[in-house]
C-alpha cells in the first residue's frame, strides 16, 4: 500500500523558512521522480517542484524559483522541500507526490498519478 506522509508545516512570518518533508512507503522511491504541490484557498493546484528519481535534476515553478530548493534521500524514501523568503502567498496545502501521469487538475488529490494515492498534506500559513 502507497504512503506518502507530509509533515514539517506551520505557521511562519513573512521572509521567514520552512522544511517540509515527505516521507514515502510502499513502492520503489528511488526509481520515480517526485514533486511538491501546493493548494491554496481558492486556487489551483500547483506543481511546484520536481526533482528526478537519482536528484540529479530539478525543475520549478517561477512562483518558487530561487526561493525553494527540492532534494531527495533515497536511502530513507524521503523528499525534502527547503523553503525560504516565504511570501503570504505561499500560504497553501502542500503535497508531495509522484509526477503527474496527464496535467495538473484544479484539485490537487484529482490528479492522476501513478499508484493513484495521495496523502494529508501539510498546512503552511505565511502571515505576519
Known amino acids: 500500500q502507497v504512503q506518502l506522509v507530509e509533515s514539517g508545516g506551520g505557521l511562519v512570518q513573512p521572509g521567514g523558512s520552512l522544511r517540509l518533508s515527505c516521507e514515502a512507503s510502499?513502492?520503489?522511491?528511488?526509481?520515480?521522480?517526485m514533486g511538491w504541490y501546493r493548494q491554496a484557498p481558492g486556487k489551483e493546484c500547483e506543481l511546484v517542484a520536481a526533482i528526478t528519481s537519482t536528484g540529479d535534476s530539478t525543475n520549478y515553478a517561477d512562483s518558487v524559483k530561487g526561493r525553494f530548493t527540492i532534494s531527495r534521500d533515497n536511502a530513507k524514501n524521503t523528499v525534502y522541500l527547503q523553503m525560504n523568503s516565504l511570501k503570504p502567498e505561499d500560504t497553501a496545502v502542500y503535497y508531495c507526490?509522484?509526477?503527474?501521469?496527464?496535467?495538473?487538475?484544479?484539485?490537487?488529490?484529482?490528479?492522476?498519478?501513478?499508484?493513484?494515492?495521495w496523502g494529508q498534506g501539510t498546512q503552511v500559513a505565511v502571515s505576519s
Open positions: 507526490n509522484l509526477l503527474p501521469i496527464t496535467t495538473v487538475q484544479r484539485m490537487c488529490v484529482m490528479t492522476v498519478v501513478t499508484f493513484g494515492s
Open positions: 510502499g513502492f520503489k522511491f528511488s526509481s520515480y521522480a
